[in-house]
């Protein structure tokens, strides 16, 4: 039945919009190493410091009921996608966000995301994130990113060796 609904609910000309899609990619670099499967966040089609566009196709395999809805969280995940490209520094790691889903997407809809990163001075920014699907609004949100000197990963590594290592240093010093 999925299948079906899928048929029925992409758009007819499925393949020119997948041509057209290819033609928009970006060809810049981003900064970001990621290894992220643009089918889960979207492909880059325009990006600059502070500006990122993306565009996100909704596939079958997002669906979220019978009638072709898709699930809100693959939408969110490809606006957090957009906004860490707007940032495009290596080390980022979103820490909050507040986001509106406007209207509902389904099977086939081609999200365009466009987002704007504020206070570029600063080690938190905050990127603004605009999704449409054929010019109309279907998501809003703000990001909150933080740029790190390292990996989150090696930091949390580091600063639990720390902790390991002051707790058996009190330990020792107890025994005494």
């Known amino acids: 039945m999925a299948e079906q609904i899928q048929e029925e609910q992409e758009p007819q000309n499925v393949m020119a919009d ?8 970006y060809e810049g670099d981003v900064g970001i190493n990621s290894i992220l499967d643009e089918t889960f966040a979207g492909m880059v089609v ?12 909704v596939t079958k395999d997002m669906t979220y009921d019978s009638e072709g809805l898709a699930f809100n969280g ?12 707007a940032i495009n520094k290596e080390y980022q790691i979103s820490v909050a966000s507040k ?15 466009e987002a ?23 998501f809003e949100g703000t ?8 990996h989150i990963l090696r930091i949390q590594k580091r600063q639990l060796d720390k902790q ?6 009190l330990r020792a010093k107890l025994k005494q």
């Open 18 to 25: 997948e041509a057209k899609e290819q033609q928009e990619a």
């Open 46 to 57: 325009a990006a600059r410091e502070d500006y990122a566009k993306t565009r996100f196709r």
């Open 74 to 85: 693959f939408v969110y995940t490809a606006a957090s996608w957009a906004a860490q490209v």
């Open 99 to 113: 986001v509106n889903f406007l209207s509902p997407v389904k099977i086939g809809d081609f999200i365009d995301f």
């Open 116 to 138: 704007n990163a504020f206070f570029s001075e600063s080690k938190k920014q905050d990127v603004r994130v605009v999704g449409s699907v054929n010019e109309v609004r279907v």
């Open 143 to 150: 990001f909150s990113i933080i740029l790190l000197e390292d």
């Open 164 to 169: 390991a290592r002051e707790s058996r240093e």
